[in-house]
Every structure is written in structure tokens, then in C-alpha cells.
């Protein structure tokens, strides 16, 4: 049978000078609202523990602690060996900083102290940064900010286009508004025209009223002026005098 091989993760501590302004108790109410969190007291302590996942024995793998004093609070926490020692120390004082958010009117911790650790703990991550990713993410930054111009361009082309396609919709129904009228005034050819222009005068007595003529045919009155002025030059009717 294979042997059992379990995997301990490495552990660190952290200890923060603090001043306790309420009760222990008053924490560990505050903490016990909180959820997936587990609350345990003792004479002089309340340990508050996160526990993250766990391994084939169901024993705790990856978890943090706060362990809280009336002068100090202790941050307890495993580091797995896939994880970046710097990047877990990270996560865990963002979510302390979160915590200690919840409880500052009681309890107060030494920003100093603090501060010094987030300040070595970004320190270590900057630092971890080789040239090339330093480089790679300039890059992004520099294309993230072309890619929103980009962006933004093409939102004003695109309502520049709406109202281009709207404008071009306006004139294609004026186009065809006009073609239609443009049909209906050369629907009669000009051996049609002059034709009708005879019969009309036939009838009216060697007379013809223009406006009455294409009111009639539904024609304008310069096309019939200008048909009779062709017919006139044609000699096939005569002005009076």
C-alpha cells in the first residue's frame, strides 16, 4: 500500500503593537458576524481563523489567524509552496486591514508598525518584477490607452454614421420624390405633345391658354411653352399678332 504523503505548508507570524479601547468580548461579537470566519476565546486572547481549504486529513492547509491581545495582535498564516510568499502576505494583511476596519473604534493597532509591513511586502513584489514584465506592462498600459481612444472614436463614427445613413435616407426619398415628378412631367414625348397641342388649338378655335393646357394634362406651364416655341420654329403653327 502507498505511504500517505502530506504536504505541510510553511507558516509565518506577524506581530503589531495594539491598544484595546473596549472589551474582548465586544471583538469577538463584532467577529462573529462575520462569515466563514470561526471565533475562539481565551482568558486573555480571541483568536479569529480563516480556513481556506484543507488537506486529505481535513486538516487545516491554507488559513490565516488574528490572534488578538489586549497590547498586540498576532497574524498567523500558511504560505503554500506554489504561492508567492510575498503575494499571500499581501492577501492576508489586505483582509487584517479589512477586519480591523470593523473593530477601530475599539481596538487600535500601531500604523507605524503597519505601514512597515505593507511597505516591505510591495517592496518584495516590485521588486520580484523582472525588466521584461516591467516592460510588458508599460506596453499594456500605453495600448490600454489607445485602445480606449480607439474606442472612443469609433463611438463618434458610429453615430457620425447613423446620422450619415439618416441623411442619405432623406435624400434618397427626396430622389425618388423627384424622379416621380420628373416621370410625370416627361411622360408625353414631344411628337405626343405637339399632337395634342394641334387638337387642342383644332378645338379652342386656333387658340390655346397655357395654364389651362397643362393644368388639363398635368404638365407645367414652362413645358408647354417650351413645346410651343418648338413648334413655332418648326413652322407647324403661327403666332398672332
Given at each position: 500500500?502507498?505511504?500517505?504523503?502530506?504536504?505541510?505548508?510553511?507558516?509565518?507570524?506577524?506581530?503589531?503593537?495594539?491598544?484595546?479601547?473596549?472589551?474582548?468580548?465586544?471583538?469577538?461579537?463584532?467577529?462573529?458576524?462575520?462569515?466563514?470566519?470561526?471565533?475562539?476565546?481565551?482568558?486573555?486572547?480571541?483568536?479569529?481563523?480563516?480556513?481556506?481549504?484543507?488537506?486529505?486529513?481535513?486538516?487545516?492547509?491554507?488559513?490565516?489567524?488574528?490572534?488578538?491581545?489586549?497590547?498586540?495582535?498576532?497574524?498567523?498564516?500558511?504560505i503554500?509552496?506554489?504561492?508567492?510568499?510575498?503575494?499571500?502576505?499581501?492577501?492576508?494583511?489586505?483582509?487584517?486591514?479589512?477586519?480591523?476596519?470593523?473593530?477601530?473604534?475599539?481596538?487600535?493597532?500601531?500604523?507605524?508598525?503597519l505601514?512597515?509591513?505593507?511597505?516591505?511586502?510591495?517592496?518584495?513584489?516590485?521588486?520580484?518584477?523582472?525588466?521584461?514584465y516591467?516592460?510588458?506592462?508599460?506596453?499594456?498600459e500605453?495600448?490600454?490607452?489607445?485602445?480606449?481612444?480607439?474606442?472612443?472614436?469609433?463611438?463618434?463614427?458610429?453615430?457620425?454614421?447613423?446620422?450619415?445613413?439618416?441623411?442619405?435616407?432623406?435624400?434618397?426619398?427626396?430622389?425618388?420624390?423627384?424622379?416621380?415628378?420628373?416621370?410625370?412631367?416627361?411622360?408625353?414625348?414631344?411628337?405626343?405633345?405637339?399632337?395634342?397641342?394641334?387638337?387642342?388649338?383644332?378645338?379652342?378655335?386656333?387658340?390655346?391658354?397655357?395654364?389651362?393646357?397643362?393644368?388639363?394634362?398635368?404638365?407645367?406651364?414652362?413645358?408647354?411653352?417650351?413645346?410651343?416655341?418648338?413648334?413655332?420654329?418648326?413652322?407647324?403653327?403661327?403666332?398672332?399678332?
Open positions: 500500500m502507498a505511504e500517505e504523503v502530506i504536504i505541510t505548508p510553511k507558516v509565518e507570524k506577524i506581530e503589531i503593537t495594539a491598544k484595546l479601547n473596549g472589551t474582548l468580548n465586544e471583538i469577538a461579537a463584532n467577529a462573529s458576524k462575520l462569515p466563514f470566519y470561526s471565533v475562539s476565546t481565551a482568558e486573555d486572547s480571541i483568536s479569529i481563523g480563516m480556513v481556506e481549504s484543507r488537506n486529505i486529513r481535513k486538516q487545516p492547509y491554507l488559513f490565516y489567524i488574528f490572534e488578538i491581545r489586549a497590547d498586540k495582535v498576532s497574524i498567523i498564516y500558511s503554500p509552496n506554489d504561492i508567492s510568499e510575498s503575494m499571500r502576505r499581501a492577501f492576508v494583511l489586505r483582509n487584517f486591514s479589512s477586519f480591523l476596519a470593523g473593530i477601530s473604534n475599539i481596538y487600535e493597532v500601531s500604523q507605524q508598525e505601514m512597515q509591513y505593507v511597505d516591505s511586502t510591495i517592496d518584495k513584489l516590485l521588486s520580484g518584477l523582472s525588466q521584461n516591467s516592460s510588458l506592462f508599460n506596453k499594456y500605453s495600448l490600454l490607452t489607445e485602445y480606449r481612444a480607439t474606442k472612443r472614436l469609433n463611438i463618434e463614427l458610429s453615430a457620425s454614421n447613423r446620422n450619415l445613413t439618416l441623411e442619405t435616407s432623406e435624400l434618397t426619398e427626396d430622389n425618388k420624390k423627384l424622379r416621380l415628378e420628373l416621370d410625370r412631367l416627361q411622360k408625353y414625348s414631344d411628337e405626343s405633345l405637339m399632337s395634342m397641342v394641334e387638337d387642342w388649338i383644332t378645338v379652342h378655335g386656333s387658340s390655346i391658354d397655357v395654364d389651362e393646357f397643362a393644368k388639363t394634362y398635368n404638365l407645367t406651364s414652362p413645358r408647354v411653352e417650351d413645346i410651343l416655341n418648338k413648334m413655332v420654329s418648326k413652322g407647324y403653327i403661327e403666332l398672332r399678332g
